[in-house]
């Protein structure tokens, strides 16, 4: 079973930024992606960024400019580096990795990070 485990949630100011961090518990080898989603209240979860395992990024289109996805591929890790936070930002954010397996791919995730954004 492989543990996905995000950190860095917390309270900011509009206008701040926060640093959050993803750790998957299985070799960058098997690691297809790794990606970013944020569910806020009464919505559906959704794709904020995402980072395959050739360096391919992807971002939501209300992210763009702000957010920043990077990893580092020696300790399974995905960072989502957000500033100029505002109120819609607000969401639990949650981490997902794509592992390889043979024949077939599979989607871990984690428990989530509350990203609160308000003055």
């Known amino acids: 079973q492989v543990q996905v485990v995000e950190s860095g949630g917390g309270l900011v100011q509009p206008g701040g930024s926060l640093r959050l961090s993803c750790a998957a518990s299985?070799?960058?080898?098997?690691?297809?992606?790794m990606g970013w989603y944020r569910q806020a209240p009464g919505k559906q979860r959704a794709l904020v960024a995402s980072?395959?395992?050739?360096?391919?990024?992807d971002y939501a289109d209300s992210v763009k400019g702000r957010f920043t996805i990077s990893r580092d591929n020696a300790k399974s890790t995905v960072f989502l580096q957000m500033n100029s936070l505002k109120a819609e930002d607000t969401a639990v954010y949650y981490c997902?990795?794509?592992?390889?397996?043979?024949?077939?791919?599979?989607?871990?995730w984690g428990q989530g990070t509350q990203v609160t954004v308000s003055s």
């Open positions: 980072i395959t395992s050739g360096g391919s990024t």
């Open positions: 997902k990795a794509v592992i390889d397996v043979p024949t077939r791919r599979i989607d871990y």
């Open positions: 299985i070799s960058i080898s098997s690691i297809y992606a």
